[in-house]
């Protein structure tokens, strides 16, 4: 399957919705938005993976090809998650800029970072929903830090 995807920041108004002392696991920088790949699931959400620095784990689609992720192991983060179907949630006001080496790597596998994504999320509602649960150590190393409970409203969870 395809995914349709485009690149956005979150917008003022998200993070004020989702505020850092309510809501931790979020990625959140006052100095700077961080830019995401915002995929359509056609299910009346959008699924907005941020693009990170450092990247500690393997829930991720870790950059290998770009200079940068030479130095710091840069890429798009599954665990950050954010489910948005607030269109006032994504700024449009502004151009996402991305590492060029980062950019070119990123567009060569865009649908295998939306597939994985998507199924990061899938498997998260399956476990939450009892139909398919995870062992409790997988699920730990897996989901321990995701951000996926902040969205169970518009995850229908």
């Keep these: 399957m395809e995914y349709e995807y485009q690149l956005y ?3 003022s108004q998200f993070y004020q919705a989702y505020p850092q ?3 931790p696991e979020i ?3 006052s100095t700077r938005a961080y830019a995401c790949m915002l995929i ?9 993976v ?3 620095s450092n990247i500690r784990h393997k829930n991720a689609f ?3 090809h770009s200079i940068r992720s030479q130095k710091n192991a840069s890429g798009l983060d599954y665990s950050k998650i954010a489910i948005i179907s607030n269109d006032d ?9 991305i590492d060029g080496d980062e950019y070119k790597e990123f567009i060569t596998n865009a649908n295998h970072i939306a597939k994985a994504a998507v199924k990061y999320v899938d498997d998260y509602i399956l476990h939450v929903t009892a139909v398919k649960p995870l062992d409790e150590k997988e699920y730990t190393r897996k989901y321990g830090f995701s951000t996926l409970p902040y969205f169970h409203d518009i995850l229908k969870i």
Aim: hydrophobic share 30%; aromatic share 28%.
């Design 9 to 11: 920041y979150l917008s």
């Design 21 to 23: 002392n309510l809501f």
């Design 27 to 29: 990625e959140y920088k």
């Design 40 to 48: 359509d699931t056609h299910d009346g959400y959008f699924i907005c």
């Design 50 to 52: 941020p693009f990170r």
């Design 62 to 64: 870790r950059f290998k």
């Design 89 to 97: 949630y994504l700024d449009s006001s502004k151009a996402v800029y």
